[in-house]
Every structure is written in C-alpha cells, then in structure tokens.
C-alpha cells in the first residue's frame, strides 16, 4: 500500500540531467548558472522517479517546483522533500508529510559552536562523553536530523532549529513550542549522513526504502 510506505533516492551529481517542463526552463533562465543547474538536476530526477511510483510520464507529474521553495505535490499525489550537498541529491516521497536532509559525512564545519548555539542541554550532555571525530558525527547527525525536521514543520531555520530536540536513539524528535513529536531516522550511507522526518501514522522504520541512482 502507497499509504503505508516511505521512499527515499540518493543520487550522485555524476548523473545526467532528466527532463524538466517549459516552464522550470524558464525558472532556470533566472539563476545563476550553479543554481540553474542544480534545479533542473533536482527537479528533473524527481519527475523521474515520482514517474515509477505513479506510472505517469515525467513531464505529467503534477509538481509545482518554484526556485527557493519546497517543491509541491498536487492532485492528492501525496508529498515530497528533497535536499542536496555538494554531490549528491536525496528525495524523499510519502503520502503524509516528510522532511529530508543530506550533508557529506566527511564535511568539516564549526561543530561545537552549532551545538552551543543551538542544542539542549541534555543533548550537549551526551555529546561532552565524546572523542573529537565521534562529537563531530554526531552532532552532524543531530543537525540533518533538526533540518529535516524543520522541513517536516514548513519551518524556519531561525527560530525553529534551537526549538526541535532529537531523542538520544535518533528516532524521534520534540518541538518545544509546538508540543510535538515526529518520527525521525539518520542513516549514514557511503559518502554521506541521511537524515529524514516523518509522520509516524501507519508508516513504520521497515516500510522504509532507500534507492541509489
């Protein structure tokens, strides 16, 4: 049953480019040419691959895809998030609603500033009983985690991102304002750490599938 799964695709920047509509053409037109690219990469292959689950032509796919937006899923087709690093695209798609987030597992970054300005005590807790390279891990985890998370919410990254807590299993995250709790997963796979924020209804851990291109 749709309703009850999942569906996640990893894939490269290596892949070549899918078709998109006139009108993301035309979107194109007005970025910069990294930006351009990077849309019609990311817009191209989520056609594709909502084309496999529904049996429709790419260019069919009723996705509503403004630059600097969440890309939009209409007609009832259910909903869907994407995200990017520097080499790599991660789509997720269900019929409730879903946050993703991709980031290099090698990526170097300010971490103990980002888990000072933005973590709960009791999540700094954990991570003071950690070497160096393992604190970095994870506090990367805990962040695609709190951005998927954001995504999930229709959020913002300030103030939001102070406000979503991530239980210490990763399973499941808390936003204090809001006084709600969704399902969470990280998955660090090759090159990169996945993170993923999901409606929990009917939808379990196994029901989850993970594709690369």
Known sequence: MKDKKLLLWVIP???QL???TDLEKKYATNLSNKRAEE??????HMRDVLSKIFGMRPLD??????????????????NISMSH???ALLIGWSIRKIGVDIERSD????????????????????????SEEKLRLSILNLWVLKEASIKWQEGSIIP??????????YTSAYHQSLNLSINTFCLKKNSWVLGVAY????????DITLKFY
């Open 39 to 44: 849309y019609a990469f990311s817009r191209g």
């Open 107 to 130: 990526r170097q970054f300010n971490f103990r500033n980002i888990s000072e300005k933005y973590f709960f005590n009791d999540e700094k807790k954990e991570l003071k009983k950690l």
């Open 199 to 206: 409606d929990s209804r009917g939808i379990n851990y196994k």
């Open 85 to 87: 690093c520097k080499d």
């Open 13 to 15: 920047f290596v892949n």
């Open 61 to 78: 796919i009723p996705l509503e895809s403004l630059p600097g937006k969440p890309p939009i899923l209409k007609e009832g087709l259910g």
């Open 160 to 169: 939001d991102l102070s406000l979503w807590k991530i239980n210490k299993n």
């Open 18 to 20: 899918k078709p998109i």
